[in-house]
């Protein structure tokens, strides 16, 4: 059993910072991607950042130069720090972990950008 438990969601508004944290818990492969994907109301679930368990990233077009992905292989926690924050990033934010075998998903959580 593979549980990711996400945190730091909330209201921003334009132009803010926040960080998103995903605890995973449970077993694995220690060789696997993390990261973040997000929907928006009436809109397709899209990839926004993930990185390797050796560090390497990719970015959504949408959020390079504003979003950075880390993590903590020793904590299994994976950081989404994410400036100039604007009202089109707002949604619901999933963490995963793809350990090339299986996906695992976190409960999601909100992150509204508004004035």
């Known amino acids: 059993q593979v549980e990711l438990v996400e945190s730091g969601g909330g209201l921003v508004n334009p132009g803010g910072f926040l960080r998103l944290s995903c605890v995973a818990s449970?077993?694995?492969?220690?060789?696997?991607?993390m990261g973040w994907y997000r929907q928006a109301p009436g809109k397709q679930r899209e990839l926004v950042s993930r990185?390797?368990?050796?560090?390497?990233?990719n970015y959504a077009d949408s959020v390079k130069g504003r979003f950075a992905i880390s993590r903590d292989n020793a904590k299994t926690t994976v950081y989404l720090d994410m400036r100039s924050l604007k009202p089109d990033d707002t949604a619901v934010y999933y963490c995963f972990l793809n350990d090339y075998r299986k996906t695992y998903w976190g409960q999601g959580t909100q992150i509204t950008v508004s004035s």
């Open positions: 990185i390797t368990s050796s560090g390497v990233t």
């Open positions: 449970g077993t694995f492969f220690s060789t696997n991607n």
